[in-house]
Each structure stands twice: as C-alpha cells, then as structure tokens.
C-alpha cells in the first residue's frame, strides 16, 4: 500500500519570499513521485516528477523538489514566490500497474502568497 | 483542441435526473481515468480504462456508469445521484506501458452539484 502526506494544510507566505511545501510518503515498490498544481476552477497541472535519477528535479515555474529516500520525503521548493504561485498543490506518489498507474495523492496543501 | 476537454464545465442536477460526463484526450493515450475530488479530501480514484477496457473499479457505487468507446473517449453516466456525490470530476489520460509509467494529463473537471 502507499499513501502521502502533506503536512500542511494552508503556507501563506510574503511575495518574493522562498517557500517549502513538505510531502512525505511511504510505498512498497518502487517508487514514482509527482507534484502536481491547481489553479482555481481548473484541472491538475504537472509541476515535476522524480522517475529514477538525479534526486534534485526541476519542474515548471521555478520548482524544485528533492527526493529523499532515507526520509521518505519529497518537499518542493521555490526561491522567490510570485503572487501568481497562489494555488493547491498536491504531492502523488505512484505504483505503476500491469497498463496503468495508481496514482494516490495527498490532501493538497494552499500557498497563499502575500503582496 | 489540444490535451484533455471535459465537458460540461458546471453541471446542477436533482436526485432524480440522469445525465452523463463527457472526456476527450487528443493525446493518443492509451489510458483514462475518472477521479473525484471533493472538499478536504484526497482526489479519489474511481475508475480506470486502459485500451477500452476497464482495468479497475475502485468501489464506486453504481450509480456511476463509466462507458469508454475507444481510447480517446471517457464517459461517467450518472443516475439517482446523492447530495454527497457533490464534488468535482476530473479525467485523466495517460500513456502506458508494461515496463514504464508517465505523467497523467488532466482535464479541467466538471463541477457537479446534486440538489
């Protein structure tokens, strides 16, 4: 079984200020992770994604998130947030199935950016 | 039209009504997915198609009929639907193989609510 957590449920933080979103997760098999945003009244958009590889993956908009295997975490960070960063972001860890994935994700956590 | 469209955006029914979802990838995916996303809660997996057929029903009650024609096409049939089956339902589609899992691409969801 997998599951994900995020710790935070709301991040407002100041513009122009670095920002941490925290994800940890716990899984079985080999593992697949994802950050994924929402804006409102749209669809998930995929931020990043760690396959295998480098442990520093860089995604979209100046994401970045590392995957620590020892910790059993995959936090994503920012340097500078921008008030247009405000939006739900989930973490999602996957197990990949005989022709498709299971995709579990976490409860979402809201950055709010401050002007 | 580019990536995966929902439609309709906004959908208001009674308990009686049915109605259906509709879901297109332009993506030449070969899997589809249906999650539901409802306030303060994880995005819930409810069905999954690979190649048109069904590779998983995650314990949805049957008054969710998912119908895929070809691979290109999700439908979600709802019949005598429940206030608590209020939420927003996002398709997804994916490109999938015995060996290696890729990103899902969502739609911007449809936003039900059951009066």
């Known amino acids: 079984a997998q599951s994900v957590t995020q710790l935070d449920s709301q991040v407002p933080v100041f513009e122009e200020a670095p920002v941490e979103l925290r994800c940890n997760y716990s899984?079985?098999?080999?593992?697949?992770l994802f950050w994924y945003v929402q804006y409102p009244n749209q669809g998930l958009q995929l931020l990043l994604k760690?396959?295998?590889?480098?442990?520093l993956v860089k995604g979209i908009n100046g994401f970045e998130a590392e995957f620590n295997k020892s910790q059993t975490s995959f936090h994503l960070r920012k340097p500078s947030v921008h008030i247009s960063d405000t939006a739900e972001y989930f973490c999602a860890v996957s197990d990949h199935k005989l022709g498709y994935q299971k995709v579990t994700f976490g409860i979402g956590t809201k950055l709010q950016v401050i002007p | 039209e580019t990536g995966v469209t929902q439609t309709p955006r906004h959908l208001v029914m009674g308990m009686t009504n049915k109605k259906s979802l509709k879901c297109e990838q332009h993506?030449?995916?070969?899997?589809m997915y249906w999650y539901k996303q409802s306030a303060k809660k994880p995005l819930e997996l409810m069905f999954v198609y690979n190649f048109k057929e069904q590779t998983e029903n995650n314990s949805v009650p049957s008054r969710f009929s998912p119908e895929c024609p070809n691979s290109s096409h999700l439908f979600l049939h709802l019949h005598t639907l429940q206030p608590e089956d209020s939420a927003l339902y996002l398709c997804a589609s994916s490109q999938e193989t015995a060996s290696r899992t890729d990103t899902q691409y969502f739609g911007p969801g449809t936003r039900l609510t059951v009066l």
């Open positions: 993506l030449g995916h070969n899997a």
């Open positions: 899984s079985s098999v080999s593992v697949y």
């Open positions: 760690y396959l295998s590889g480098s442990t």
